[in-house]
């Protein structure tokens, strides 16, 4: 590709929303650009690293025997009132009708339809097991999308799903793609702990998060020094979590006239013992007639799927709104201090516009959001996500501590079991001609996700590290001069002679100067950048490693081994 045609508009502006490096350098480089809220376009450089990534993957797929399809992306909501899930899934569910006034959503994932396919049509044991996967484009309102590719609304997942006829084979499976789910990340160069999760809403047991490492991570997890144990703080915490305290009548008197001024004392008023400890309290009302569910957000409860599925009808995260969006849906800005003078809000219901006298909070240190008429409940009923995890505790599985750090969510992997095959009525015929219902795994891997996640792991100052694996390009042919024809002609032919090779390579034929080009490579990041310059009197040429970021004199037969 020559840089004078090719459309990358790189510029030195990042939008003004962008906090993390990869929302900055993928906008600056010229990758990606921005509709609206969660929306991006994916300009030709973004286009080539996605590709590199879903090449792994279905590489990596094909290999343990994991067979692609395509499903619509347009979801007849009917099948997700068989399974019941769009009752649960709440407003990151977009629904439209079409012209017949039929129900559809865009598909936030693709259990139902996947399911529908295979339904009916493997009929019996010995077409067993199957495992279908796809890459393929999910829509979900996100709350707050941010952060670039990081959490879009719209993005590209890949989303497979196993059937089989045993739990043991299921579980056969579920290491199968673990294994190579590794191996994926591994070839993206990047550094991982696979993690024991949350199974959120999607149901099921044994539920493991792909974790990349990195401090602007939205998930805090909890990782052994010695051994590759890893969980989600969530996750953790629950597997403490057998014996969910009753709250006694006097913690909940107390409540009345609580005075709490920091996440601390609120801990203390809880009576648990430590930051992590206070995730989300949620407390049961009776309204009416209707069980609902009252909760208290905390920073950092990011566990919304969970409160959703102890049967509140929705549930909105706040943790992290400002006062314009609480304001928005009703919520008055609260303070410390007698909650009988805070007006009651809501925070749940399908319609917060309808919603009755409902209650919540929202809680951040020394800074209070709550609405709360205390008068409308009952009894306490959870305390919820009661951690006993702490920095330092020891590993479960050997004898090393176990310390905290920030993940990103790239891969999640669910033993579904038999949730949506008995919902759907999915059924195979047994070795004694009985109908059985599929027993299930499903594999999401967030690849826009990845995309955001190698440069999260991978950047300097100056912009972006591609390695081989993900690199739009590999070599940058970087003419110095080009008015100089001896330049231009070593240029070419080096360009030429590379891309004949099979080298992913760019030619920087730009009149611009050439410290306004270097910058420009360094913002892209591509691995090797071959200057052809001055040097060239002495039969050189430099090699710029992007990584190391040291220029290397080689003689220009030379170029090919050092680059390949
Ligand atoms: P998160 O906790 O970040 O909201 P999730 O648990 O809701 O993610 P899953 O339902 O497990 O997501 O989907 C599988 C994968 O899809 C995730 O592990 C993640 O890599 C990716 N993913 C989910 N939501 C988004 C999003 N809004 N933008 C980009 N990738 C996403
Ligand atoms: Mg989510
Ligand atoms: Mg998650
Ligand atoms: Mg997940």
Aim: proline share 3%.
């Amino acid at each position: 590709m020559r840089r004078s045609k090719a459309f990358i508009p790189t510029s030195k502006e990042a939008p003004s929303d962008a906090q993390l490096a990869s929302h900055i350098f993928l906008s600056r480089g010229g990758f990606i650009s921005q509709n609206a809220s969660g929306l991006y376009n994916y300009m030709p450089l973004a286009k080539r690293v996605m590709k590199k990534i879903e090449n792994i993957i279905h590489e990596e797929m094909h290999k343990v025997g994991a067979q692609e399809v395509e499903l619509s992306f347009v979801t007849p909501a009917a099948l997700w009132e068989e399974s019941g899930r769009i009752e649960k899934f709440g407003k990151e569910l977009l629904r439209f009708k079409d012209r017949k006034e039929n129900l559809f959503l865009l598909g936030p994932t693709h259990e139902e339809m996947m399911v529908d396919m295979v339904r009916n049509r493997v009929t019996s044991y010995k077409n067993l097991p199957l495992n279908l996967y796809q890459i393929k484009t999910k829509f979900r309102d996100e709350a707050r999308p941010r952060f670039g590719l990081m959490r879009g609304r719209e993005f590209t997942m890949k989303d497979g799903y196993s059937f089989h006829s045993s739990d043991e084979d299921l579980n056969r499976e579920f290491e199968t793609i673990e294994a190579a789910y590794k191996k994926i990340l591994t070839r993206l160069g990047l550094d991982y702990r696979v993690v024991e999760a949350d199974s959120g809403a999607i149901g099921g047991s044994g539920s493991k998060e792909l974790m990349v490492i990195a401090d602007s991570g939205e998930d805090t997890i909890a990782i052994c020094s010695e051994c590759e144990y890893g969980a989600n703080i969530e996750a953790a915490s629950r597997s403490s979590r057998t014996n969910i305290p009753e709250a006694p009548e006097a913690e909940f008197n107390k409540f009345q006239t609580p005075n709490i001024k920091s996440i601390d004392e609120l801990s203390e008023f809880f009576k648990i013992d430590s930051y992590y400890t206070i995730k989300c309290v949620a407390k049961k009302l009776i309204y009416e007639d209707s069980e609902e569910i009252v909760l208290f957000f905390l920073r950092g409860c990011d566990n919304l799927q969970e409160v959703k599925a102890l049967n509140a009808t929705e549930a909105l995260d706040i943790t992290d709104a400002s006062e314009e969006e609480l304001k928005s849906i009703g919520l008055t800005p609260g303070f410390i201090g007698p909650l009988d003078q805070l007006k009651a809000k809501h925070v749940i219901d399908s319609d917060l516009k309808a919603a009755k006298n409902m209650i919540c909070g929202a809680n951040e240190l020394d800074y209070h959001f709550v609405g709360v008429d205390l008068s409308v409940i009952d009894e306490v009923a959870y305390y919820f996500d009661i951690a006993e995890v702490n920095e330092g505790d020891g590993c479960p599985c050997c004898d090393g501590k176990l310390s905290f750090t920030k993940g990103i969510e790239v891969g999640h992997i669910f033993k579904l079991g038999t949730t949506y095959s008995k919902a759907l009525k999915a059924e195979y015929l047994d070795e004694n001609g009985k109908a059985q219902p599929f027993i299930m795994g499903t594999y999401g891997m967030g690849v826009s996700r990845l995309v955001a996640s190698v440069v999260e792991q991978h950047h300097d100052e100056n912009g972006c590290i591609w390695s081989k694996a993900t690199a739009p390009y590999m070599v940058n042919v970087m003419v110095s001069n080009i008015k100089d024809e001896e330049q231009m002609r070593v240029g070419e032919e080096l360009y030429s002679k590379l891309q004949e090779s099979g080298v992913e390579v760019m030619i920087d034929d730009r009149k611009d100067r050439f410290g306004f080009k270097m910058k420009d490579a360094e913002l892209i990041g591509f691995p090797y950048t071959v200057i052809v310059g001055k040097e060239l009197a002495n039969g050189q040429v430099q090699i710029y490693d992007r990584k190391t970021t040291e220029k290397t004199a080689a003689n220009i037969d030379e170029v090919f081994a050092k680059v390949m």
